[in-house]
């Protein structure tokens, strides 16, 4: 037999009533819907003999009295004096709420404006350091690469060897022509001695032998004279004749005498003549020292080595290349790095050397740099490209300028997190 069930209910919820379950014992109320300020119960019997499942109620068929039937057992409903209540006690919670939200906003924004008013900053800012270009002096084979990418160097270390043969034959070479030339430079300085002995004594004998042809010559000049007063009976002719001849004689030497004595006169012309020919000797020893020099020089620069410390990068040598002068074969990054940050021109107002930076670093937000503004480039960026712009020219369109800032780090650097050159960072700058 069937078990049914009638459900009166005398105030239905909005949406519809809902049935008990259909296991529900019988004689239990249950809450079926709740409407706004009302609650509906509904109590189940169950009519003997019939159950959802066929199966008959314990205890037999109920009496036709008993019919079963859904009633309402309980409606509260509030009046209108309830709902007001209920207004006003959540009232003050909600007024409480807004105020304490609205507070938060306002002491956040006020605290944000505060801890922003005196900083400055800008994302156009790198990590800036000193490269420096490694390139040959000489030409010829590299037969040795000392370093490999990225690796570390000190000052004096070598980097590649250069094929240095030919550079030995020209060292020996220059050695040979300089000790001739010293050679050459001793013996002029031994004749400059002698010759500051040797002119003015002969000067000095000159000046005798002209003296002596003066005297030969007064002699010769009186056995003249007395010959050619004698009688022709106390002489011959042929003695006069000889003195004649003496006395001609007398006069050729006194001449010849007095010449010497003119070429011998400028002693100290003679003696600065071999000076100048020991200074002559003297220039060519010095140059073929040079040339000594120059040979040991590229003999050296056949071992390149680091200028100073620092990172090679960019290599571009291998081992067996053929090199040449000004040729760029490495890139050396020093340890010194800074920033370099581009700041908008409305921005440098309140900028001054010294004022205190804290830099965030995009590759690394973990690592705390500290620093100071060092000084402010007396130019905008734009100001020193390859073609910088002609505002007296054309039409005049006003472009926010930005000058470059370089900003030394003080204190946070890392030596196991190395800044490459060009990464970015973000300077923020106290400006009071």
Do not use: C
Not at 16 to 21: A, D, K, L, V
Not at 301 to 319: C, K, L
Not at 358 to 372: E, N, S, T
């Amino acid at each position: 037999m069937s078990q049914t069930a009638r459900i009166s209910v005398l105030r239905q919820a909005s949406g519809g009533p809902r049935m008990p379950p259909a296991s529900a014992p019988i004689g239990k109320t249950f809450a079926i819907a709740r409407a706004p300020n009302r609650t509906i119960s509904i109590t189940a019997d169950s009519r003997p003999g019939e159950g959802d499942h066929g199966q008959e109620a314990p205890g037999g068929p109920l009496p036709a009295d008993e019919q079963p039937e859904a009633t309402v057992a309980s409606e509260h409903a509030g009046g209108p004096g309830d709902s007001d209540t209920g207004h006003r006690n959540r009232r003050p919670a909600v007024f409480i709420i807004g105020f304490i939200v609205l507070a938060a906003l306002v002491l956040g924004g006020s605290y944000y404006w505060y801890a922003n008013l005196n900083l400055v900053s800008t994302d156009d800012a790198y990590v800036d350091g000193r490269v420096v270009t490694i390139a040959p002096q000489v030409s010829g084979l590299v037969v040795s690469l000392d370093v490999t990418d990225n690796q570390y160097v000190h000052r004096g270390d070598p980097l590649i060897h250069i094929d240095a043969r030919s550079y030995m034959s020209e060292r020996n070479q220059a050695q040979g022509t300089l000790d001739s030339a010293k050679a050459q430079a001793a013996g002029e300085r031994l004749a400059t001695e002698i010759a500051r002995k040797n002119f003015p004594a002969l000067f000095q004998q000159a000046q005798a032998q002209l003296l002596t042809a003066q005297a030969n010559l007064t002699k010769a000049q009186a056995d003249y004279d007395r010959q050619s007063t004698l009688p022709k009976a106390a002489t011959t002719q042929q003695e006069v004749d000889a003195a004649l001849a003496a006395l001609r004689q007398s006069k050729a030497q006194v001449m010849q005498a007095e010449a010497q004595v003119q070429l011998s006169s400028p002693v100290d012309q003679h003696i600065g003549q071999s000076d100048a020919q020991v200074e002559q000797q003297n220039g060519q020893v010095e140059q073929a020292q040079a040339q000594l020099d120059q040979a040991e020089l590229n003999l050296s620069w056949t071992v390149v080595t680091a200028p100073q410390d620092g990172w090679i990068t960019r290599r571009n040598v291998e081992m067996g290349n053929y090199v040449t002068p000004g040729q760029q074969i490495f890139s050396i990054v020093s340890p010194e790095v800074w920033i370099t940050a581009n700041f908008k021109e409305n921005q440098l107002d309140g900028l001054r050397p010294g004022q205190s930076v804290k830099i965030d670093v995009d590759a690394y937000p973990r690592l705390d740099l500290h620093g100071h503004v060092d000084s402010v480039q007396m130019g905008s960026g734009s100001k020193f490209t390859a073609f910088p712009p002609e505002n007296a020219t054309g039409n005049f369109v006003k472009i926010v300028q930005r000058v470059p800032v370089k900003i030394v780090i003080d204190s946070g650097l890392d030596p196991k997190l190395p800044l490459p050159l060009g990464i970015s960072v973000v300077p923020t700058v106290s400006v009071r």
